[in-house]
T-cell receptor, first 114, second 115 residues
């Protein structure tokens, strides 16, 4: 069965420090992978997506993610975190069965220390 | 362009009452989706409209949930009667392509609390 695992429920980093949020997926076919962010009071905003090609994808707000097929991973990274990055982050895989839909992980809440 | 708009942003109702959530997709987006997040768990798929037709409603939890999409424009999701376990955040999303190749655009969600 298709699934997405985000093993870290909460992560706290200091402002200016680097960040890596982990995501592992289970899907038999070539995955379409996404990272979304939800800031307080806001909707889900697409940070970046991977469909094919270069396994390192760049997104908005200085985020990037690397697709590693051998590890079934799609980890999100940012070299220097800003206080405004405090939010909840969701990894998702696009799957096709009855229709195309997204399977989400349970989310990682990022706290940023001043 | 305007984004996906959801009404209300919050709703608190008593168990047994009825609640109707509304979603206005981005103009021209034929594909409309409902998702929900219950008790801080995963965001889960509920259903998918293509224009006014239900393409896939495999995620609808039970027959207390009824979704409609009038004329292929806005959509409503009615919960009747509401139960405590229905509490959560209900997200609507729309996309131009059914495959979501360009990603969905999500609304800000409706937080439903059933007491």
């Amino acid at each position: 069965a298709q699934s997405v695992t985000q093993p870290d429920i909460h992560i706290t980093v200091s402002e200016g420090a680097s960040l890596e949020l982990r995501c592992n997926y289970s899907y038999g076919a070539t995955p379409y992978l996404f990272w979304y962010v939800q800031s307080p009071g806001q909707g889900l905003q697409l940070l970046l997506k991977y469909f094919s090609g270069d396994t390192l994808v760049q997104g908005i707000k200085g985020f990037e993610a690397e697709f590693k097929r051998s590890q079934s991973s799609f980890n999100l990274r940012k070299p220097s975190v800003h206080w405004s990055d405090a939010a909840e982050y969701f990894c998702a895989v696009g799957v096709m069965d009855s229709s195309y839909k997204l399977i989400f992980g349970s989310g990682t809440r990022l706290l940023v220390r001043p | 362009e305007a984004g996906v708009t959801q009404f209300p942003s919050h709703s608190v109702i008593e168990k047994g009452q009825t609640v109707t959530l509304r979603c206005d997709p981005i103009s021209g987006h034929d594909n409309l989706y409902w998702y929900r997040r219950v008790m801080g768990k995963e965001i889960k798929f509920l259903l998918h409209f293509v224009k006014e037709s239900k393409q896939d409603e495999s995620g609808m939890p039970n027959n207390r949930f009824l979704a409609e999409r009038t004329g292929g424009t806005y959509s409503t999701l009615k919960v009747q009667p509401a139960e405590l376990e229905d509490s959560g955040v209900y997200f609507c999303a729309s996309s131009q392509t059914a495959g979501g190749v360009y990603g969905y655009t999500f609304g800000s969600g409706t937080r439903l609390t059933v007491v």
